[in-house]
């Protein structure tokens, strides 16, 4: 008669500690899916059909002090191999703008609207202009894409450099940005990952 108690208390003692070992699990599985959870600096991505790879960083945003700003840019970097093979590839910066619908298009034109000024050198880029790529995003919000080739050389330069500032020229204005540390740490990771 004795046996069923002892077993009843056993249980009752066991409870709270696999409670708190239940507690600490689920909250160290948290803590490494959240952390899992953070996009990486570069993706790759193989178009279905033709087996095309890109490889692509993106979500660099160029911080200003302006509060609240008047636009936002991002200046991403991409690989775009050319050949079924991926063994040729281009490099590309890609300028996304983005603002509110009152303050309108930046309008990037076709040519150099993309300067660099790297260490003090300029860096002029010429691009296809944002014509086929600008679009109104959610209710109250504008954007355009525009992309410039750029060499592995130039790449190295602006991810190694000690200050840039971006200049982006559009019909309707000139948007000025510098680099942080937190973008050339990602234009560094883009040339370590994408290294041939």
């Not at 056993?10 to 490494?32: D, N, V």
């Not at 996304?96 to 309108?104: F, K, Q």
Request: charged share 25%; aromatic share 8%; net charge positive.
């Amino acid at each position: 008669m004795s046996w069923p108690l002892v077993v009843m208390n056993h249980e009752c003692r066991m409870k709270p500690k696999m409670k708190t070992e239940a507690i600490i699990l689920l909250a160290g599985l948290s803590l490494i899916a959240g952390c899992a959870t953070q996009p990486p600096d570069v993706t790759t991505n193989y178009q279905p059909v033709t087996g095309q790879r890109t490889d692509l960083m993106s979500e660099n945003i160029l911080e200003t002090p302006q509060q609240p700003p008047r636009e936002v840019i991002w200046l991403n970097a991409a690989r775009v191999f050319k050949d079924y093979w991926n063994r040729k590839s281009v490099d590309y910066l890609e300028v996304n703008y983005m603002a509110r619908s009152e303050t309108g298009y930046l309008e990037i034109p076709l040519g150099n609207t993309l300067t660099l000024l790297v260490d003090g050198k300029e860096m002029k880029l010429s691009g296809n202009g944002s014509f086929n790529k600008r679009k109104t995003v959610k209710d109250n919000f504008v954007s355009e894409v525009a992309l410039y080739e750029v060499t592995r050389e130039q790449l190295a330069k602006i991810a190694f450099a000690k200050q840039v500032k971006v200049r982006i020229k559009g019909a309707n204005g000139v948007v000025e940005r510098d680099f942080g540390p937190e973008n050339f740490r990602r234009f560094q990771e883009f040339l370590e990952a994408t290294r041939l």
